[in-house]
């Protein structure tokens, strides 16, 4: 079973930040928390990973919280095609298990 | 564009003939892995391989499902005698493990096989 809780579904205004919240309360020391989105019928794309500290690339900024169980997807400025499944995974090597994740709609 | 590379990207086939679907991984990347996506679920994963070596399956692999990597280079998953169940997306990943470190995957187009 994935080891994270994410809403089913959120919607963002185009132009606005999407923040996407993911709960991983069981998460482990050694356990990165990855993020990947996958637009319809495409595979998923990398998007950002983290262990302790935040972080931040050209597509996206990962907030996570001091005790870890939890974390923040933030895309700054969303646009119309950022419309797709958000995946957060926490992980450590190769063992992935996705969940549902989050649908999130941008919205013109 | 040096990403994976899946082939075919559709494939429509009559219950009980075989399949096989070819990935590609990205260059000197030593991991591949295959995963398997029904409609509104998360990828499942199915198997990987380190270079030439298979080294975990998934329950979800029935007898019907066979994965090689013969060279360590592109892989193959057959699956024989098809069932309705097996309509999915058919997804490969790659990635490059270096010894302690964490290693990040990268997925191909996938795989779309309907069964009739």
């Known amino acids: 079973d994935a080891k994270t809780t994410q809403p089913p579904s959120m919607d963002c205004a185009e132009g606005r930040a999407a923040n996407l919240p993911c709960n991983h309360s069981?998460?482990?020391?050694?356990?990165?928390v990855y993020w990947y989105r996958q637009i319809h019928s495409q595979g998923p794309q990398y998007i950002i990973h983290g262990l302790k500290n935040n972080e931040t690339n050209e597509m996206a900024s990962l907030i996570i919280t001091e005790d870890r169980k939890s974390s923040t997807l933030i895309l700054p400025h969303a646009t119309l095609r950022d419309t797709a499944v958000y995946y957060c995974?926490?992980?450590?090597?190769?063992?992935?298990?996705f969940g549902p994740g989050t649908r999130l709609s941008v919205l013109p | 564009d040096t990403g994976v590379s899946q082939d075919p990207r559709h494939k429509i086939t009559k219950r009980g003939q075989n399949v096989t679907f070819r990935c590609d991984p990205i260059?000197?990347?030593?991991?591949l892995y295959w995963y398997r996506q029904t409609l509104g679920q998360g990828p499942e994963f199915l198997t990987y391989f380190q270079n030439e070596a298979q080294l975990e399956k998934s329950r979800l692999l029935s007898d019907r499902f066979s994965a090689e990597r013969p060279k360590g280079s592109f892989s193959t998953l057959e699956i024989q005698r098809t069932e309705q169940g097996d309509s999915a997306m058919y997804l490969c990943a790659s990635s490059l493990a270096r010894l302690g470190g964490q290693e990040t995957q990268y997925f191909g187009p996938g795989t779309r096989l309907l069964v009739l």
């Open positions: 069981t998460i482990s020391g050694n356990e990165y």
């Open positions: 260059s000197e990347h030593n991991r």
């Open positions: 995974i926490v992980c450590y090597g190769q063992n992935f298990v």
